[in-house]
């Protein structure tokens, strides 16, 4: 497994994950070009044989208390493998760095194994908003995890299940 930072070289294989995993309600290439550029954000790629085959992104402004997951996404074939719990964790860690004591995100009610993965690595559902995702009229589960207490409640790469991977 080979994380890094990503860049606007990588925009292209990103795009193509993006727009196969998220089919009705993909990032615009515009989008996330923004979001590679800014500087409140970190992105990183997951490279297997030279290829990308995963990314994920964390906003997390310097010296902010809060910061947020905006994406995680990985290619059909290299989902559940484990893969998106160290791209996960990799996030987190960013946003400690940067400041963070709370991380949140949304995933789709209809992703139970993305929502599994978020719960075992200490996120807890804190809300919904109804109908976010559209035009596929699913609602986002609101999820919150304090990195004060993930590093003495998070279980052990080693004994993680990685079944419950998925994308995000």
């Known amino acids: 497994m080979t994380l890094r930072p990503a860049t606007s070289d990588d925009l292209d294989a990103i795009m193509l994950i993006e727009t196969r995993s998220f089919p009705t309600d993909a990032w615009s290439a515009e989008a996330m070009r923004s979001e590679l550029a800014s500087p409140h954000g970190r992105y990183l790629v997951d490279e297997h044989d030279g290829v990308i085959i995963g990314y994920g992104g964390v906003r997390a402004l310097l010296g902010s208390a809060d910061a947020d997951i905006q994406t995680i996404a990985f290619a059909a074939e290299h989902?559940?493998?484990?893969?998106?719990?160290?791209?996960?964790?990799?996030?987190?860690?960013?946003?400690?760095?940067?400041?963070?004591?709370?991380?949140?995100?949304?995933?789709?009610?209809?992703?139970?194994?993305?929502?599994?993965?978020?719960?075992?690595?200490?996120?807890?559902?804190?809300?919904?908003?109804?109908?976010?995702?559209?035009?596929?009229d699913v609602d986002a589960i609101v999820m919150r995890v304090d990195l004060r207490k993930r590093a003495s409640t998070t279980p052990d790469a080693a004994t993680a299940d990685p079944a419950k991977e998925a994308t995000a």
Not at 91 to 111: K, M, P, S, W, Y
């Open 79 to 136: 989902r559940g493998g484990g893969r998106g719990r160290a791209l996960l964790r990799a996030l987190l860690d960013a946003a400690a760095e940067r400041g963070a004591r709370e991380v949140f995100l949304e995933v789709r009610a209809d992703n139970p194994a993305a929502e599994g993965l978020y719960v075992s690595e200490g996120f807890e559902e804190i809300g919904r908003r109804p109908h976010y995702y559209q035009p596929d």
